[in-house]
């Protein structure tokens, strides 16, 4: 990659974020500067472009369990989004292409049923970014949408099995020796701590058990990396692995939006069918609205949702240029797909960043659902007639449950995000309920009643913590909080924030264990 190349996509970068957009808008106008310059698309800039997006899935895959592509607010929702968008899209173009519209004119009902299929698929790469940007990657609606684009990239190595009439290697079905062989692989992720070991790890597994392995055997590299990163997700190192990846696939995704720009340099006709196609856009998102409110999601839900997955996909570059090499499209609409895909990112960065402005104007136009039959994880917590609520029902909140129940004789409701850790503890008589406090839905669904006096936040990541205090003290909270810290030094930030105990795990549990050992040895407290 050239010097020039690196100076055009940090200004490009900043001069978004100094206009409050994503900076990988700039990086997408940023391209089709470097176009006009003269530079072209290269091996090495779609090498790291290819990079970027592999680690991307992979990381994806370290986020998502199985059972979430399960649910059919998933994989019904992708199905029949994907059906019902290549319809009306396709129907869409050949009324552009009835008034004569540049490129669709002369386009054969193929090539319109090739376009409507291309542009119901939403981008994975744009969609993760917005979602890890604004941290909500773990809300519901941001699992929907992961889990919707998972189903839309499957349906996507079908359609480029099928088009290239190349079958997977016989030899495929020994991947399924993966699934046992897991655990082997989330044994030697427990044995390399937190250093570069994990991070040399992540990579190899992405790129070459995932990526390489799978392309040798007939199968998409891309869908390889997230199918391993998804034998991983249930280690408890997943999400430290994740972290530890972030820097590097940041960097190597500013190739692939660059590589959209490189692509090819647009001329008028181009931009005018590109433009064209954006008109889609509205449609797909209507659709995506629809076909969720089929599975009663609330209403602020569907919308979030919607406008996440409201863009195209680069996908169409690569159904654009299976296209170009069997003869199905001409080349320029490599240009057109490449403009259109760039110009819905362009459109739906502003769109994202005001989401919640956007939903609250939506909202109202949308048909109310009672509460009551809504989808099971979007209905409101109840508390009941709970004294105390517990956030974090792990060795700390789980102790801190027992204490106050059984002592002090307080009517206890436990929270935890682990669906599995949820169920134990039900069987075993515990009050818990299954929610996320990193969602900031959790906080809008939870129904805090008058009898709340206090509520605990047990969560082990410090950031949870202060994300669920701050929720708390904008819902106007009016009982006591308080947290655990793991550090001496986020003592004083979380009671600037209004909480009103604070709990130093560490040196507590040194003291109390201290004065134990102490009173074994027959002494006492001066």
Known sequence: MEPIMIVVAFIGGLVAMAVRLPPLVGFLVSGFVLNAMGFH?????????????????????????????????????ATLHVAASTGVLMGFLAIAKAFGVIFIRDASWQTLALLGFTLSFSSTVFVMKVLEDRGESRSLYGRVSIGVLVMQDIFAVIFLTVSTGKLPSPWALLLLLLLPGAWVLRQILDRLGHGEMQVLYGVMLALVLGYALFEHLGI????????????????????SMSKSLFDMKELFLVGFFLSIGLAGLPSWSSVAAALVLLLCMPLCSLLYIVVFSLYRLRPRTNILATLALSNFSEFGLIVGALAVANDWLSRDWLVVLSLAVALSFTVAAPLNSLSEAVSRRIEPFLPHIDPKKLHPSDRPIEVGNA?????????VGAGAYERLSERYGLRVLGIDTDHERVMRLRDEGVNVVEGDAVDADFWDKLVMATSVELVMLCMPAHDTNIFALDQLKTRTFHGRIAAMVKFADHIDLLRDRGADVVHHLYEEAGQGMADDAAESMGRTIN
């Not at 998409?220 to 997943?238: T, V």
């Not at 004294?387 to 060795?395: A, E, L, P, S, T």
């Open 41 to 77: 698309l290269t091996e090495g800039i779609q090498t790291i472009a290819e990079l970027g997006v592999t680690l991307l899935l992979f990381t994806i895959g370290l986020k998502l369990h199985v059972r979430t592509l399960m649910r059919g607010e998933v994989w019904g929702a």
């Open 220 to 239: 998409k590299g891309d869908l390889g990396a997230l199918i391993i990163g998804m034998l991983l997700a249930p280690h408890p190192q997943a999400a």
């Open 387 to 395: 004294q105390v609520i517990i956030v974090g029902m792990g060795r």
